[in-house]
T-cell receptor, first 114, second 113 residues
């Protein structure tokens, strides 16, 4: 089956720790995205990548880092510099075809800081 | 700058009645408009989009949306709601050039039997 997988489903972090969220897609999409979802605030863009080995900051990139070494993979690291990381994190991908394409979302990772 | 407004935090409707979820937007240029649905603790599922052409767009699960340029709106509709339609609905907009997808805050739909 084609789709996007995210792991783990639930993640607990102690203060001061870095954690990495996995996102893999087998849709052969060029573009990938990371969003953060907080109650009542919709989705906010953290980072996005239009092509392998290239990525750009979104609206709330501070305290996060990403890499795009393979087309299929776009991991997100939540660093200790992110002061309020407890949230639901969603990864998405799209064909990247000039803005007309819809994004396909993974099932999400819920991160909780202990 | 682009923005999306979903003026209702929650919409309550009885099963079998029409369902409408409102969305207004602001972009420079022609908009690309999208509706997504999210069930609890799940990712978003794409419902439909407006790119160009007919103002009435039909999508998945019996949903449709009408693009109104003069009112800058893209309301989601379903003629007869089901209990299984209870979920969180997001409207999103992107300007005509490649740009970020801007999401609204979401509208919780509750359909009662």
């Amino acid at each position: 089956d084609g789709g996007i997988t995210q792991s783990p489903k639930y993640l607990f972090r102690k203060e001061g720790q870095n954690v990495t969220l996995s996102c893999e897609q087998n849709l052969n999409h060029d573009a990938m995205y990371w969003y953060r979802q907080d109650p009542g605030q919709g989705l906010r863009l953290i980072y996005y990548s239009q092509i392998v080995n290239d990525f750009q900051k979104g609206d709330i990139a501070e305290g996060y880092s990403v890499s795009r070494e393979k087309k299929e993979s776009f991991p997100l690291t939540v660093t200790s510099a992110q002061k309020n990381p407890t949230a639901f994190y969603l990864c998405a991908s799209s064909t990247g075809a000039g803005g007309r394409d819809e994004q396909f979302f993974g099932p999400g990772t819920r991160l909780t800081v202990l | 700058a682009q923005s999306v407004a979903q003026p209702e935090d929650q919409v309550n409707v009885a099963e079998g009645n029409p369902l409408t979820v409102k969305c207004t937007y602001s972009v420079s240029g022609n908009p690309y408009l999208f509706w997504y649905v999210q069930y609890p603790n799940r990712g978003l599922q794409f419902l439909l989009k407006y790119i160009t052409g007919d103002n009435l767009v039909k999508g998945s699960y019996g949903f449709e949306a009408e693009f109104n340029k003069s009112q800058t709106s893209f309301h989601l509709k379903k003629p007869s709601a089901l209990v299984s339609d209870s979920a969180l609905y997001f409207c999103a907009v992107r300007g005509s050039s490649w740009g970020k997808l801007q999401f609204g805050a979401g509208t919780q739909v509750v359909v009662t039997p």
